[in-house]
């Protein structure tokens, strides 16, 4: 609307520029013909009736040129009108879009909320395929995931522990003949009870050891899916856990069989249990229709307590002790989080159990609903994210990605690897977070960018701040990309789109300037096919008009880095026609006039051609400086945001390490702890001993003062020597009768002493 105006103003100005002229000619033509007779005879009759023709015509000219001013000012008003009832119904638009996409996302955040569970891995003739709808599912979680996953025989309740923490009654398929009901892998997603930021997963497996299955190596699978895929696993038996429990759980013995932490080849034996404690799930051994009390040796014990006296080895090392302790070795050592709850029966009632999914809670027993209550509340405040090495979070669209992997591995007949599932991962992941970055780099190029940019800085200015933004989203969203590939790519990538953008910015600049130009000039072509400046004096006022069009091409902002060309590119088309005025213009003034004013044309084209060349020059060089300033902030970036990374993941290596340490440092205190307990054994065994001997040494006859002092003298020297004398004397009674002989030796001789000291004070006091 500006612009509109600012045309008005032309037109107006020009007109009065007009009037101005034909106001002087009529004055000039007054005083011609009142002049002298020499004045007069300069213009012959006929020059003069041909002057007065064209003061006609032009006035003629000037009242048409009126008239369409009036006309188009008229249409502009009009033209303003309609321009701000299309912005008032765009406004109206906009609003109606944004509470249509506030709709939609409300209805894809709630379309996550499964309301029954899908099969995830099916188990059809004992082949394993992957549900692609249910890989859709997850790729639509952006959430880290907490993966519940159940194990355990069939017929024992499984599916209706996993419908408990989903919160409803029912879900997973709950049987009551004596045929599995599940077969393969079922999945239920729900949002997390406690944790907004966190997407609850349920897995529900089939029953092992089902005797209508064929061959045995599906469970194993079975099993070792559920603990690469789980956070929490969880083993469901019933009864006790007794040796034949361990049996059952067999399959634990075979994880490292059917699980491989690396995939290279020198690992082909039994890898470090520690390198499966780093990614294996906490373990929950659920004991259902447990009818005993939990008492060992008379005392009450806690659930982990019976569990853990449960995992105790069977000392010995015969074949069969080392076949029974193989479960528990295995269980203590991949395992090193566990936990165990016991379940009362949920009622006495046969037919209740048949269709327990409906039956309402009121009718349970009171001890099983407590107990069922304690365990989805532990589920829900102690059970971890799903993580990979080093901590990285596992999402609804990784989860998919591994479950992938792991099958296709297991149907080409090799065992999965968890190196290589992580590559597979960090490929489509990172190529992900590369496309990511990108199109982050795109968009906020194609928001922040108002083209054409004013100048060259400010392109690269904010191409620099997208950069680190699409840089920090990469960072975001990719890990494992230790070589910098991806990264490097990105890099590529926002280079070429920044060219493109470069390459937008002159065509939007030269595309502006020049309807800039042709609106600025619109007055001036009309005032050229009107004729009006085919005058005495025209070609002044064609360069007056053409000065104030530059002038007001120089004013308008943001013309971009064409502006220059674009300007002169008109100036060149307007040569021709700037000549044609002049040829006009010198037929009606003086030639010499006409000369010099063509030769200060030229001088003041070279000099804006010289400045234009100089000024290119300029530009030219500051684009360069700037462009290397970037380049150089660009990569500043690049290296501190790697650095950020590597120092994140030598915090958690070292975590790691520090955690381990502490397991192996337990250990060696209850090692520790065993070898006190024998010295301590040992010298229990010694005092009895010497209480032994000392009250064999009472029972004889002795005279009692010699037996105090012999025990006078032991106590002493044992006192004195604990670990040497003490012990020298209890298990030699040889010292005890030297004391005795010792005691009974000095006794005598000081008896002696004394009695010759008095004979021979009565024989001194006699004489005397």
């Keep these: 609307m500006m612009e509109l105006e600012r045309r008005l103003d032309d037109h107006e100005r020009i007109l009065e520029e007009l009037r101005g002229r034909m106001t002087d000619g009529g004055r000039e033509m007054k005083t011609t013909s009142a002049g002298d007779k020499g004045e007069a005879s300069a213009f012959p009759g006929r020059e003069k009736e041909l002057l007065e023709q064209h003061a006609k015509a032009l ?24 321009i701000e009832t299309a912005q008032r119904q765009m406004d109206e638009r906009i609003k109606i879009l944004e509470e249509i996409l506030l709709g939609y996302q ?91 930021d966190r997407t609850l997963v349920l897995l529900d497996t089939e029953g092992l050891g089902d005797v209508e299955k064929g061959d045995s190596k599906n469970d194993s699978w079975i099993f070792a899916l559920a603990v690469l895929l789980s956070s929490v696993f969880v083993y469901n038996s019933t009864n006790t856990i007794n040796h034949q429990a361990l049996e059952q759980l067999h399959y634990v ?80 050592n991949f395992f090193p989080k566990r936990k165990c709850f ?166 939007a600049s030269a595309k502006y300037c020049q309807e800039k130009l042709d609106q600025l000039s619109e007055t001036l072509v009309e005032c050229i096919s009107a004729g009006m400046f085919s005058v005495p004096g025209g070609h002044e006022l064609y360069r007056r008009a053409k000065q104030r069009l530059e002038w007001d091409y120089c004013h308008v902002l943001r013309k971009g880095v064409q502006a220059d060309k674009v300007l002169q590119r008109f100036l060149q088309a307007q040569v021709a026609t700037e000549k044609s005025i002049l040829q006009t213009d010198k037929a009606l003034t003086d030639g010499q006039k006409a000369i010099a004013e063509e030769r200060a044309r030229k001088e003041a084209a070279e000099k804006a051609q010289e400045r234009l060349k100089q000024e290119l020059l300029n530009q030219k060089l500051q684009e360069q400086e700037q462009q290397l300033a970037a380049q150089k902030g660009s990569f500043q970036e690049n290296i501190d945001q790697l650095r950020k990374k590597l120092e994140r993941e030598l915090e958690y290596r070292l975590r790691e390490q520090n955690m381990m340490l ?93 009695v010759c000291n008095l004979i021979f004070y009565i024989c001194f006091y006699y004489y005397s």
Excluded at 139 to 160: C, D, F, H, N, W
Excluded at 687 to 693: E, F, P
Excluded at 705 to 718: D, M, Q, Y
Aim: with cysteine; hydrophobic share 40%.
């Design 253 to 332: 013995t075979e994880l490292t069989e059917l699980i491989r932490t690396k995939s290279s080849s020198e690992n082909d034996g039994v890898e470090d249990c520690t390198e499966f404690v780093s990614f294996f799930p906490d373990f929950i051994w659920i004991v259902r229709d447990f009818t005993l009390d939990l008492k060992l040796h008379g005392h009450p014990v806690t659930e982990d307590e019976y569990l853990e006296n449960a995992l105790k080895l069977i000392p010995g090392n015969n074949p069969k002790a080392q076949i029974s302790n193989l479960p528990r070795e295995c269980i203590r």
């Design 342 to 507: 016991v379940f009362d029966r949920p009622t006495d009632k046969k037919n209740l159990l048949a269709s327990i999914e409906n039956v309402s809670e009121d009718q349970l027993d009171p001890d099983f609903l407590e107990q069922a209550n304690n365990f989805c509340s532990y589920i829900f405040t102690n059970a971890k994210t799903k993580t990979l090495s080093d901590g990285i979070p596992v999402t609804g669209k990784r989860l998919g990605i591994l479950v992938v992997a792991y099958v296709d591995a297991i149907n080409t007949g090799d065992v999965p690897c968890l190196e290589n599932a992580v590559a597979t991962l960090a490929q489509l992941e990172n190529s992900a977070a590369m496309q990511k970055a990108a199109d982050h780099y795109s968009e906020q190029m194609a928001q922040r960018l108002d083209l054409p940019a004013d100048t060259y800085l400010e392109l690269l200015e904010v191409h620099a701040d997208c950069e680190c933004e699409a840089i920090a989203v990469f960072m975001e969203h990719s890990f494992k990309d230790d070589t910098q590939e991806f990264q490097k790519m990105l890099v590529e990538i926002i280079k070429n789109k920044k060219e493109g953008f470069v390459l937008q910015n002159e065509e």
């Design 59 to 82: 006035q003629q000219d000037l009242e048409d040129q009126e008239e369409a001013f009036r006309r188009f000012r008229a249409q502009m008003i009009e033209e303003i009108r309609e």
């Design 662 to 754: 502490e397991r192996k440092l337990k250990t060696q205190e209850v090692l520790l702890g065993k070898v006190f307990e024998r010295r301590s054994e040992k010298m229990n065994a010694e005092i009895d001993h010497l209480r032994n001997i000392i009250a064999g040494t009472d029972s004889d006859d002795t005279h009692w003062v010699v037996k105090a002092f012999v025990n006078f003298v032991i106590r002493i020297i044992s006192a004195i020597f604990p670990r040497n004398t003490s012990t020298l004397f209890v298990r030699n009674t040889m010292y005890v009768f030297w004391l005795r002989g010792f005691f009974w030796g000095a006794f005598f001789h000081f008896l002696f002493f004394w």
């Design 106 to 196: 409300v209805a894809m955040a709630s379309a996550l909320n499964m309301t029954d569970p899908i099969c995830l891995i099916e188990n059809n003739n004992e082949l394993l395929s992957v549900n692609q709808e249910a890989l859709e599912i997850l790729e639509k979680i952006s959430q880290p995931v907490v993966v519940v996953a159940i194990v355990g025989l069939y017929r024992t309740g499984k599916s209706y522990l996993m419908n408990r923490l989903a919160g409803q009654n029912h879900g997973f398929r709950v049987g009551s003949t004596v045929q599995s009901e599940t077969k393969g892998i079922w999945m239920w997603c729900v949002p997390h009870p406690s944790k907004p």
